[in-house]
């Protein structure tokens, strides 16, 4: 049966008359009695008797009738309850996000999301890490992705870790690092912080910086054209399309250099339907 056929036995056994039911539906009489007739083949059974006062429903349309009655109290308390849901679940979140993150991983995850929420708007503002934590601490963006280790009044919940290397036209030896063009980019100050602390430990010289450039795309298509290296954190997912030469940039202890990652939020009791979900959907499928 259709959804509608539920909806004619329900209507018929309220008001016994096919004329005033069929008006109620919008359908012809015809049409009404055409479809009470395939209902009745479905079942092989006669849902009403024709008499000169309307219908007269069976014992077995009086059946059917408390089963309609019941289906459409079901789809009724279900409409009224998925119209509450989306309520609650339209709105924007306004996500945070380190401009490399977002760019590697995060539009994968919130292309996921969207699967599951249509409903709810997802915008993305790129700075760095330092100004997007801050703005996750003072309210201003609802959620944030950051790369490196900040302090603050917020929830954090690890979803990557980077590790450091030189990248290169050709393989380099670290003793000549400091007489070629370092290639700078803009970067969070955790990113500089743990850089500058392996060059300082290295080196007793500064590096010799020729270009900077806004993003570290940007810097490996340099690379690429022979103009120099750059010292920078690389995704999992990188994809060496200049084939540079990667070298791994090591503690004293012969450890890689690592940078994490994090997803953080601020632990509000009254945080909004949208923001509790979209938390617990990147809790469950991007932490690690």
């Given at each position: 049966m259709k959804d509608s056929d539920w909806e004619i036995i329900y209507e018929l056994y309220r008001t016994p008359n096919i004329t005033k039911v069929a008006n109620r539906l919008y359908m012809t009489q015809p049409s009404l009695t055409k479809r009470l007739k395939c209902i009745e083949e479905e079942f092989h059974i006669r849902v009403v008797d024709?008499?000169?006062?309307g219908v007269k429903f069976t014992p077995e349309g009086k059946l059917l009738a408390k089963r309609a009655e019941h289906y459409m109290?079901?789809?009724k308390e279900t409409k009224r309850e998925m119209m509450m849901y989306r309520e609650n679940m339209e709105g924007t979140i306004i996500i945070g996000s380190a401009?490399?993150?977002?760019?590697?991983?995060?539009?994968?995850?919130?292309?996921?999301?969207?699967?599951?929420?249509?409903?709810?708007?997802?915008?993305?503002?790129?700075?760095?890490?330092n100004v997007v934590f801050r703005k996750v601490c003072e309210g201003n963006v609802d959620v944030?992705?950051?790369?490196?280790?900040?302090?603050?009044?917020v929830i954090r919940k690890l979803v990557d870790v980077d590790e450091a290397y030189i990248l290169s036209k050709e393989s380099v030896e670290?003793?000549?690092?400091?007489?070629?063009?370092?290639?700078?980019?803009?970067?969070?100050?955790?990113?500089?912080?743990?850089?500058?602390?392996?060059?300082?430990?290295?080196?007793?010289?500064?590096?010799?910086?020729?270009v900077s450039v806004s993003y570290i795309d940007f810097a490996w298509q340099l690379i690429d054209r022979g103009m120099g290296y750059t010292c920078c954190f690389i995704p999992k997912d990188f994809k060496n399309e200049w084939n540079l030469v990667l070298t791994p940039m090591l503690n004293e202890d012969g450890s890689r250099i690592t940078r994490n990652t994090w997803f953080v939020y601020q632990d509000k009791k009254n945080q909004p339907e949208i923001l509790k979900e979209f938390t617990e959907y990147i809790i469950e499928t991007a932490s690690i």
């Open positions: 024709r008499t000169t006062k109290a079901f789809i401009y490399s993150y977002h760019k590697h991983a995060l539009n994968d995850i919130l292309v996921g999301y969207a699967r599951n929420c249509p409903y709810t708007n997802l915008e993305v503002v790129n700075d760095a890490s944030g992705f950051v790369r490196g280790d900040y302090d603050g009044p670290l003793g000549d690092l400091p007489k070629m063009q370092r290639i700078e980019y803009k970067s969070n100050d955790r990113t500089r912080e743990l850089i500058d602390t392996w060059w300082n430990r290295v080196f007793d010289e500064p590096s010799l910086t020729g």
